[in-house]
T-cell receptor
Framework: AQTVTQSQPEMSVQEAETVTLSCTYDTSESNYYLFWYKQPPSRQMILVIRQEAYKQQNATENRFSVNFQKAAKSFSLKISDSQLGDTAMYFCAFGPPTGNQFYFGTGTSLTVIP | KAGVTQTPRYLIKTRGQQVTLSCSPISGHRSVSWYQQTPGQGLQFLFEYFSETQRNKGNFPGRFSGRQFSNSRSEMNVSTLELGDSALYLC??????????????FGEGSWLTVV
């Protein structure tokens, strides 16, 4: 079975600053997918970024980027130029090589301070 | 393109009753999966349907069931409701198919309160 661990229950960052959210996972699979989802107070889960494990290059999406360390099974999310709208719960998720049975971490609550 | 639509958004049920939640996936998406979100257990996978067949099932009792229709719409049913079933139920859809690694897109969820 797969496990996903987010060791930072809460974090805060000043507006316009940079913050990094941590995620580690455990799996015996060699090919898989990793995701970060954002859940604002509306509770709508929104995809932030996706990483394919077979790709060495770290994924980026505008202000969001990841640091994927496959050997260390680490997948951190960096948010640059933080904005008030980034305030949300962030979930790290493991997607298997087949099917859509995802495994989620417990989440990190991020607050952007004006 | 419309997103994933879940109905009803909010509902209150009494212990022992049953409930049916509905999910319409993004147009063209053939896989629908369901997740339960609670403060204590976080996000837990319930089941996934693809082409009207259950493809995966999480570790939930048999009171939780689901189905998928030919138009890819899905329903989940919880019978003999317990207080612990109070949760946000999230539906997600993806293109799926024979290849792997599809991104799942979530609906806004159905808030179930059992009293």
């Amino acid at each position: 079975a797969q496990t996903v661990t987010q060791s930072q229950p809460e974090m805060s960052v000043q507006e316009a600053e940079t913050v990094t959210l941590s995620c580690t996972y455990d799996t015996s699979e060699s090919n898989y997918y990793l995701f970060w989802y954002k859940q604002p107070p509306s509770r709508q889960m929104i995809l932030v970024i996706r990483q394919e494990a077979y790709k060495q290059q770290n994924a980026t999406e505008n202000r969001f980027s990841v640091n994927f360390q496959k050997a260390a099974k680490s997948f951190s999310l960096k948010i640059s130029d933080s904005q008030l709208g980034d305030t949300a719960m962030y979930f790290c998720a493991f997607g298997p090589p087949t099917g859509n049975q995802f495994y989620f971490g417990t989440g990190t609550s991020l607050t952007v301070i004006p | 393109k419309a997103g994933v639509t879940q109905t009803p958004r909010y509902l209150i049920k009494t212990r022992g009753q049953q409930v049916t939640l509905s999910c319409s996936p993004i147009s063209g998406h053939r896989s629908v999966s369901w997740y339960q979100q609670t403060p204590g257990q976080g996000l837990q996978f319930l089941f996934e349907y693809f082409s009207e067949t259950q493809r995966n099932k999480g570790n939930f009792p048999g009171r939780f069931s689901g189905r998928q229709f030919s138009n890819s719409r899905s329903e989940m049913n919880v019978s003999t409701l317990e207080l612990g079933d109070s949760a946000l139920y999230l539906c997600a859809s993806s293109l799926a198919g024979s290849h792997s690694g599809n991104t799942i897109y979530f609906g806004e969820g159905s808030w179930l309160t059992v009293v």
